[in-house]
């Protein structure tokens, strides 16, 4: 009873790093603690702390060479953290060698066995730890990823597609206690990649094991996962439900790479209570307290484009609070289910916003006049010592 | 469209002229003149000629009086070329997946003794073996190798001179398949509870079987016709066939004799290779 207790204290303070080594026995998750991987020239993670809870899907979002990957690598024991330890359900598994560890990969490439057939490649982890029953499993898990009439076929004669899910089985039918995708999707095109992230969570929800999933496609890991690790250069940045980082994020990198921000220089004004009052180039804004993630003076007011209404001069918009007068359109792009407009403010920065075409909404030209504003609770606020630009380039970042 | 396919087609024609010429030439006539010579009457001589009698007896006569060297050929050639793919095996692996940026000079330093002539290198091979040698004194200083035991003009010495020499063949092919095998292909074996020795031979060792059948081809094909090294390392006990064959044409000029003796000894080899590569291929090959 009081052991229960303890496990779901752990749980609710999963996320937090303050725990003492003692506790380490009871969590039931993976955790990583102080792991570190440094290779001749550059640290690749730094100084990793990290809880992925049981049964979860968890994903790490970062831009290529931000250690995402060497981190599941250490993890599947296929790379030695310099320093560090990796705890899996309680046990130190930081020395133990990858064919020991109940972890499995699908790798990237998938590195299916070109020279064993499909069944046989599933077969391959069951074979090696002399399970009974290995024609029955294949079976079953051949029939979950909807590849029975393949088995006899070799990976080269099968479709990209196919070949993922043969990875897949191949690692889900060891029932491990982690599994690890290393942007197991990247290798697909877009129609395909839409329809394997329905069902790789499908899978997920129905065995119920941990997976951890890598990947630099935000969307992906914000559609699919439950949690979200922002990574860069090494370290977390943050880390939270996908609709937690995306509505507040912490730091410029998270508010640029997942989704857009328009970032905006300000001065604080005052703090009272739970909002902090802010010079905008000389309009007066407020951002909630609890949204504010900086003490310093300056800052940069953040406010996603769907967010900012916009209106012409004058005209009485639903958002009391911050209204900045003064923007001529400059760019108008019209994608069909909302427009994307480009304003250029007084001070000269231009800013994004994004309507939904409703159908009772004006739609702008280049050259009008228009009135920008947002409801201030939407607003946040991050630390200006940050580049107001980092993580905005992910696209063509990619590979 | 039609007229480019045309001319696609005699330019694939025209293209092997050069080659099925100099294979006429050089291989094709030579055969021919092979088979016969081996068919000519065995009474005849340089000054009186050589008559054609189809003389089949000749086969039966020396497969009568060269058996031994026959067998012993085969032997050497299968345990010499045993020791290569070990060897060579492990040192291929080491350069495919081991050497790092030395990759390149590793595989330099593999053909380097090619850069020496064969029959230099195995002369140097005597000298290293010789009764008064270091590597003599060394192991009989060490009991291995009794007082007036010998390297030199043993099978041993024979057996090691093949390994040697031929060792680059079997490590260029396995090389190859070995450092165009994707390493992640381990990973995943690793990472699906394999330990070592069973990733290699469930994932390592099948995938180097194309690297694995050339090399031991490229090797056991020429040590078995070899002759410079039971020459110069052996005794008159370890002589091969292709030493029988060489004194047959040049000392003795019982040219059917040779002629007959090198048939029956491509014959052989041809039909092993054919059984082997069939059964490698059909089974365990992509």
Redesign the interface.
Known sequence: MSQAADKQAVERTGGSTTLGKDDHTTYDGLRLRALTKSFATFTAVDDLDLDVPRGSFFALLGPSGCGKTTTLRMV???ETPTSGTILLAGDDITAT???QRP???V?Q?Y?????LDIFENVA??LR??KQKNVESEVKEMLDLVELGPQARKRPAQLSGGQQQRVALA??LI?KPEVLLLDEPLGALDLKLRRSMQIELKRIQTEVGLTFIHVTHDQEEAMTMADTVAVMNKGVIEQMGAPADLYENPRSTFVANFLGQSNLIDGTVVGRSGDVVTMDMHGTPVSVPAGRSHTASERGWIGIRPEKVLIGAPGEALDAPGNTIPGGIVTDVSFFGVSTQYLVRMPWGQELQVFQQNTGRVTIFRKGDAVELSWRPEYAFLLDHAQDASAGADKVGADG | MAETVRRRGRTGYLLIIPGALWLLVFFAFPFYSLIATSLYDPTGSDFRGYQMTYAFGNYVDVVEAYWQPLLRSLLYGAIATFFCLVLGYVLAYAIAFKSGRYKTLMLVLVIAPFLTSFLVRTLSWKLLLADDGFIVNTLQLLQVLGDDGRLLATPFAVVAGLTYNFLPFMVLPLFASLDKMDYRLIEASRDLYGNPVVSFFKVTWPLSLPGVVSGTLLTFIPAVGDFINAELLGNTNTRMIGNVVQSLFTDANDYPAAGALSVILMTMILAMVLVYVRRAGTEELL
């Open positions: 599947a024991g296929l060698k990858p064919y972890v499995n990969t790798f490439s590195a299916l066995f070109p020279h391959f982890g090696r730890r191949r690692a060891n």
